[in-house]
Nanobody, 125 residues
Framework: QLQLVESGGGLVQPGGSLGLSCTAS????????IGWFRQAPGKGREGVSC????????TYADSLKGRFTISRDNAKNTVYLQMNSLKPEDTAVYYC??????????????????WGQGTQVTVSS
């Protein structure tokens, strides 16, 4: 059974940094692209970033370029999202998702097959 588990969420002050992890089990991790999405209260789920199965391609939402960095370690079945210079508007539940490489494109639409349960990120002073 495919499982994705996010970790690393929490409370951080504006301007601070936080690193999220997405650990996969139940499938060959280097066969799937991994995406990060977020959903703020009262808003729809939006794409944050995604990385191809091999790790050779990655993309970000335009508004997040330069602040967020995605990476993966297939030996550990884990994908990371490093978030820097956090703003209150980054507050949301962050989800990781898995699917085939074609889902990881510039638009990062939330139509992926497999999802984690989410981890809360709160940016507040």
């Amino acid at each position: 059974q495919l499982q994705l588990v996010e970790s690393g969420g929490g409370l951080v002050q504006p301007g601070g940094s936080l690193g999220l992890s997405c650990t996969a089990s139940g499938f060959i991790s280097n066969y799937y692209a991994i995406g990060w999405f977020r959903q703020a209260p009262g808003k729809g789920r939006e794409g944050v970033s995604c990385i191809s199965a091999s790790g050779t391609y990655a993309t970000y939402a335009d508004s997040l370029k330069g602040r967020f960095t995605i990476s993966r370690d297939n030996a550990k079945n884990t994908v990371y999202l490093q978030m820097n210079s956090l703003k209150p508007e980054d507050t949301a539940v962050y989800y990781c998702a898995a699917d085939l490489d074609h889902l990881c494109s510039e638009s990062i639409v939330p139509e992926w097959a497999y999802w984690g349960q989410g981890t809360q990120v709160t940016v507040s002073s």
